[in-house]
């Protein structure tokens, strides 16, 4: 059974950082991608990043491309979003997910979920 443990959340100005982790176990993901999507109340789960387990290819969503990385540490089965000038637009519950097929950017796409860790950026 895969689990994904995301932590790292929390609160921060505008302008600052957080690093975001996502601890996996339960399977060997190698061929797989792991992804970071974001939700807020009411709307739509978005797509932040994904990256391909194996080869370490990368994949941002536009409003985020030169602020965040995604990166992994496959000895520690963990991945990263480190999370740089932040905006309060960016505050939104931000899940780790597996994908094992289909689309990068589609929610639909991705089988297995974390719990989700809350990030709020203060103007």
């Known amino acids: 059974q895969v689990q994904l443990v995301e932590s790292g959340g929390g609160l921060v100005q505008a302008g600052g950082s957080l690093r975001l982790s996502c601890a996996a176990s339960?399977?060997?993901?190698?061929?797989?991608?792991m992804g970071w999507f974001r939700q807020v109340p009411g709307k739509e789960r978005d797509f932040v990043a994904a990256i391909r387990w194996s080869g370490g290819s990368t994949y941002y969503a536009d409003s985020v491309k030169g602020r965040f990385t995604i990166s992994r540490d496959s000895a520690k089965n963990t991945v990263y979003l480190q999370m740089n000038s932040l905006k309060p637009e960016d505050t939104a519950v931000y899940y780790c997910?597996?994908?094992?097929?289909?689309?990068?950017?589609?929610?639909?796409?991705?089988?297995?979920w974390g719990q989700g860790t809350q990030v709020t950026v203060s103007s």
């Open positions: 997910a597996v994908r094992y097929s289909g689309s990068y950017y589609t929610p639909s796409s991705y089988d297995d």
């Open positions: 339960g399977r060997t993901f190698s061929g797989y991608t």
